[in-house]
């Protein structure tokens, strides 16, 4: 029971904003470039909430009101599981650096 606790107390909601970009001639909100970072921070415990904004070319992360990473979401790896990105790896560091303040 104890371990299932310190589960819960170590994950986070991270809210993740992202704009749409170009591609092939259309922009639009794509999700592939965002599914290692999500895939990453899930597995991590997270619970992950994706939420468009208008910002072009941006990924946001949010954790309790307060931006903790960003980057441009042209940057990312396309597909994948996010273990290779390193800029997955540094929004993965932003979240642990988060939740050591908290």
């Not at 606790?5 to 999700?31: C, F, H, N, W």
Request: with cysteine.
């Amino acid at each position: 029971m104890q371990a299932g606790v310190d589960v819960i107390s170590m994950s986070v909601k991270i809210y993740l904003y992202y704009g749409p970009y170009e591609a092939a001639g259309t922009v639009e909100y794509r999700q592939f470039r965002l599914q290692g970072l999500k895939t990453i921070l899930t597995e991590a415990g997270h619970i992950v909430e994706l939420r468009p904004f208008r910002d072009w070319n941006v990924v946001e992360l949010w954790v309790n009101g307060v931006k903790i990473f960003s980057c441009d979401i042209r940057n990312l790896d396309f597909g994948g599981d996010g273990k290779l990105d390193p800029l997955c790896q540094e929004a993965c560091d932003a979240v642990k650096r988060n939740m050591q303040i908290l």
